[in-house]
Nanobody
Framework: EVQLVESGGGLVQLGGSLRLSCAASGFTFSGYAMSWVRQASGKGPEWISAINRFGNSTSYADSVKGRFTISRDNDRNTLFLRMNSLKHEDTAAYYC???????????????WGRGTQVTVSS
């Protein structure tokens, strides 16, 4: 059974930091590129970051570049997202997912977690 379980979300102060984790099981984690995707209330999914299988190549959406850092620990089957300088527009449900592809306004991935809510307050 494939599972992706996010954790670490919560209420955080404007300008603060938060670290999200995603525990993977039921598949060969090290064989998949991984991504973080978020969805704000009333809006569609937004791909924000990806990391390759080896963890030596990363990419970011312009909205989070310079503030967020994606990483992974293949020995522990875990994906991470470090979020710094948080803004109100970062408020969203955050999902970890595997092998994501974005075309237009659509984000397609092989596996999805259930998500963890991040809320930025002033």
């Amino acid at each position: 059974e494939v599972q992706l379980v996010e954790s670490g979300g919560g209420l955080v102060q404007l300008g603060g930091s938060l670290r999200l984790s995603c525990a993977a099981s039921g598949f060969t984690f090290s064989g998949y590129a991984m991504s973080w995707v978020r969805q704000a209330s009333g809006k569609g999914p937004e791909w924000i970051s990806a990391i390759n299988r080896f963890g030596n190549s990363t990419s970011y959406a312009d909205s989070v570049k310079g503030r967020f850092t994606i990483s992974r620990d293949n020995d522990r089957n875990t994906l991470f997202l470090r979020m710094n300088s948080l803004k109100h527009e970062d408020t969203a449900a955050y999902y970890c997912a595997s092998d994501c592809r974005t075309t237009g306004d659509t984000v397609r991935c092989t596996y999805w977690g259930r998500g963890t809510q991040v809320t930025v307050s002033s």
